[in-house]
């Protein structure tokens, strides 16, 4: 949702201030790293227990992320390597978020409810796995209630609010499920409607049938050549047979020739 609704205005804000940063030598991939280090800090600080400081180190590892962007553009150096060491370093930071809400939750009240933040990290993955896939497949799939940033903004209310952070997190599950299906529903109709638009193939029974006719043409073909190579074959070997150099009778009457000599 806010890819779609508010990416343009946020762009045109953060630009200035990516063309401030990129005269400081700052680059996009120093901004991301810093943005890593900021969420290894957010998790320990949550995991441990203190959620204000986790709160506040979430805000200031969520601002690298959101000026990057903005400063390999000003400087000119936006390329594939730069969005896929960003992306990786989005799931890493809120695997590393919510496993440190999970590890809070398990000192804070026990039982099964760390439980409830991997519910939610796996559901996050899932639709940031579906707009990866399909976008490799030639399909859009942004939008949806919950994206990324709908989670960071969720997540540091639930931080600010510790009484109200389990029911953040329910809303939170509920919300990127719904938007998993959304993404689902929305590629599956993008393929669909390509499919419609291609013409139609031969019926697969029409197939075999051709192909079975086609076998039994090439068997035909087959015993007629190995008919025709074996005639072939035995009358070459008669030819080349050695014929006797007296009949069959001569020697016969060469002994009864020198039976009769005196």
Sequence with gaps: MFDGRWRNHLDAATRPVGSTLRRTGLT?????????????????????????????????????????GAVAK??????????????????????????????????????????????????????????????????AAKGGLMERAERIVALCFGLAF??????????????TSFTAVQRFVKVWGQAEAIKATRPERTPRVARSAWSMRSARDRDRDGDRDESRWRTAWQARLERRAPRPRHRADGGGRWRRRAGTRP
């Design 162 to 175: 510790p009484v109200l952070l389990v029911p953040v997190l329910w809303l939170m599950l509920a919300l």
């Design 74 to 139: 000003a400087s000119g150096t936006a390329s594939p390597r730069g969005a896929f060491f960003d992306s990786v370093a989005d799931r890493v930071t809120d695997s590393l978020v919510l496993c440190g809400i999970g590890w809070f939750l398990a000192s804070d009240r026990g039982g099964h409810w760390p439980l409830l933040a991997m519910g939610v990290l796996g559901t996050s993955t899932l639709i940031s796995y579906q707009r990866a896939k399909a976008e490799g497949l030639g399909y």
């Design 28 to 68: 996009a991939d120093h901004l991301t790293a810093i943005g890593l280090i900021g969420a290894v800090a957010t998790a320990v600080a949550v995991a441990t227990g203190h959620l204000f400081v986790g709160l506040v180190l979430l805000i200031a590892s969520a601002l690298p992320d959101l000026l990057d």
